[in-house]
């Protein structure tokens, strides 16, 4: 049984008792009501005062049997109360023990500065996504959520150097900074870049200019919910079918149409082809949208002659099984590249 449950019910008897020893007295020695009670409670707490008035023997009888009773209530009480501290602090400090160790072994994840209400999207987003991260949270009322929904975090203050590092900003691949407070992200944004020079931060900005100084304090990139909210709302309006469009693939819970970036490694096989050449969208069915190349630049509805090179990436839109394939594909190497188009052209014959 549950030790609260156990202490609970333990109260409600000893009431009783209280209630039983006060009715026993007034109907065995005649005491008034006040008396029984002081009886009844000093008897009970085991106290060693001196009887209110002398007992009768059957008095005496009913006093050795509350004195037993009562005894054997009590300690169960106590029990129960140093059962419910006692495990439930063990329980606590074990919880944080493993969740630190967890945190430790964490490697190229992410930093999430803040639980509110963009926090906790981005959090949901990266779990259904499979990423990797951790969040610090100073709130003791969002720290209470996150252990809730059974997230890995850390209650502290994320402008402070020591909460950083224990969140392992030297092992980790981005931090996001979504509190609430402008002047706070640009001090988290000035630690971290300290810590780790080539950390990826992304910064929250609410109010106007606040991007420029998050900028000079080393955010590689900057967003403000309210100016993406406006312009989403005011598109909608305008283009709502390009709108529906861009919802329905950026959305996890589509899974009809995807958009995905997927990154060509130095040792892949396509390193050098063409789109056309590399035969993505006749073999697999997916469409190219655009090529970030390795040097910045955005390259959008690219034509069939574009050159992949090594550490661009691929905008690409298609369903989620052939965007998969995709990603296997472009992680091939040239041996396996030839190996497989060996082995297809022989199947084709």
């Known amino acids: 049984m549950d030790p609260v449950r156990h202490l609970k019910i333990s109260f409600v008897v000893l009431l009783m008792l209280i209630s039983g020893g006060t009715f ?5 020695e005649g005491w008034r009501l006040l008396d029984s009670v002081y009886m009844t409670v000093i008897t009970l707490g085991t106290v060693g005062f001196k009887e209110v008035h002398d007992l009768s ?4 009888l009913f006093t050795m049997g ?20 006692f495990e439930g602090q063990i329980q606590r400090i074990m919880g944080r023990k493993k969740v630190e160790k967890q945190i430790e072994a964490l490697k190229g994840h992410y930093i999430i500065c803040g639980f509110g209400r963009i926090g906790s999207l981005i959090c949901k987003e990266f779990k259904a996504n499979g990423l ?34 224990k969140a392992g900003i030297h092992r980790a691949k981005g931090l996001i900074s979504v509190v609430t407070s402008d002047t706070e ?34 955010a590689n990139k900057v967003v403000s919910p309210y100016i993406i909210g406006g312009n989403r709302m005011a598109q909608s309006i305008l283009r709502p079918n390009v709108v529906d469009f861009i919802e ?19 040792h892949s096989a396509f390193v050098g082809e063409t789109l056309v050449s590399s035969g993505f969208r006749k073999e697999i069915g997916v469409i190219i949208v655009g ?8 390259v959008f509805n690219p034509h069939s002659q574009t050159k992949i090179e090594e550490r661009d990436t691929l905008i690409v839109l298609g369903d989620p099984t052939s965007i998969h394939k995709l990603e296997d594909l472009v992680a091939r190497t040239a041996t396996d590249e030839v190996i497989r188009r060996h082995r297809k052209e022989h199947h084709d014959k």
């Open 291 to 298: 090529i970030k190349k390795s040097h910045g630049k955005m």
């Open 57 to 60: 023997d059957g008095g005496k």
């Open 66 to 85: 509350l004195i037993v009773v009562g005894v054997s209530v009590l300690g169960y009480i106590v029990g129960s109360l140093a059962q419910i501290m």
């Open 185 to 218: 992200n640009v001090y988290i944004t000035l630690t971290a870049r300290g810590l780790n020079p080539d950390l990826y931060i992304m910064a929250r900005s609410g109010e106007e200019g606040s991007d420029i100084k998050l900028k000079r304090a080393g």
């Open 24 to 28: 026993g007295y007034m109907s065995i």
């Open 248 to 266: 329905i693939a950026t959305g996890h819970e589509h899974l009809e149409l995807q958009m995905e970036e997927i990154d060509i490694p130095s």
């Open 132 to 165: 990797k991260f951790v969040i610090i949270e100073k709130n003791v009322e969002a720290a209470e959520r996150l252990e809730d929904d059974g997230y890995l975090y850390m209650k502290g203050d994320a402008t402070l150097d020591e909460t950083l590092l």
